[in-house]
């Protein structure tokens, strides 16, 4: 019922660390994106799914990023060998259109790498 | 790449009055632009958008501008309020990705 949720809210990671990050869209919504967000600026675009189909990873800032979005629904953001570099928020949005239009965002998750 | 772009960081009106807050944008293709606003800790909440095929759209006290020949769009708040202190950011879509520009904050003083 509600809109997009994401978890963790907040992630603290150890330089080299694992993390993955989830998304709920909303239900029904075709559209999935990932942002990474960081402090005072805009959201950057990282990938795009179409349900399961992902049709633009572009911008993921190195191979160290992966998305997935298995069955459609639900999706996670992992981030191999975490770095300092990687703190910023991480912003999910989903959208009932394939275009993406019309896009609403979860509340993030705030990733800070020690 | 993309470049989408706020001309003021800062804008600081008093309640009651309206807002204008500007972004340039750089490419012509696109055809789709929105605004968002951004409350802090939250993620941005859509207000208002516009197809490149209108020059103006309203909503409930917000106003789109877009200028296609300078590459321009202006969000307007009538009556600004408290409750509209946020980041506001435009964006612009092409092929499916949304370019953001770094953001307006708006102070509403009281």
């Known amino acids: 019922g509600a809109g997009v949720s994401q978890s963790p809210r907040y992630k603290v990671a150890k330089r080299g660390q694992d993390v993955a990050l989830r998304c709920d869209p909303i239900?029904?919504?075709?559209?999935l994106f990932w942002y990474q967000q960081a402090l005072g600026q805009g959201p950057e675009f990282l990938t795009y799914?179409?349900?399961?189909?992902?049709?633009?990873k572009s911008g993921l800032p190195s191979d160290r990023f992966f998305a997935e979005r298995p069955e459609g629904s639900v999706s996670t953001l992992k981030i191999q060998r975490t770095q300092q570099e990687d703190s910023a928020v991480y912003l999910c949005?989903?959208?009932?259109?394939?275009?993406?239009?019309?896009?609403?965002f979860g509340p993030g998750t705030r990733l800070l790498v020690l | 790449g993309e470049s989408v772009g706020l001309h003021l960081p800062t804008l600081s009106v008093q309640e009651g009055d309206n807002s204008i807050i500007n972004c340039a944008y750089s490419?012509?293709?696109?055809?789709?632009f929105i605004w968002y606003k951004q409350e802090s800790g939250k993620g941005p909440q859509f207000i208002i958008d516009?197809?490149?095929?209108?020059d103006k759209r309203q909503g409930q006290r917000v106003t789109v501008l877009l200028n296609k020949t300078v590459k321009h769009l202006s969000l307007q708040i009538a009556a600004t309020q408290p409750g509209d202190s946020a980041v506001y950011f435009c964006?612009?879509?092409?092929?499916?990705?949304?370019?953001f520009g770094s953001g307006t904050k708006l102070n509403v003083k009281p």
């Open positions: 949005a989903s959208s009932p259109l394939a275009a993406g239009e019309t896009q609403y």
């Open positions: 239900s029904g919504h075709v559209s």
């Open positions: 799914f179409q349900n399961e189909a992902q049709l633009d």
């Open positions: 490419n012509s293709a696109s055809d789709y």
């Open positions: 516009i197809r490149s095929n209108m």
């Open positions: 964006a612009e879509t092409n092929f499916n990705k949304f370019y």
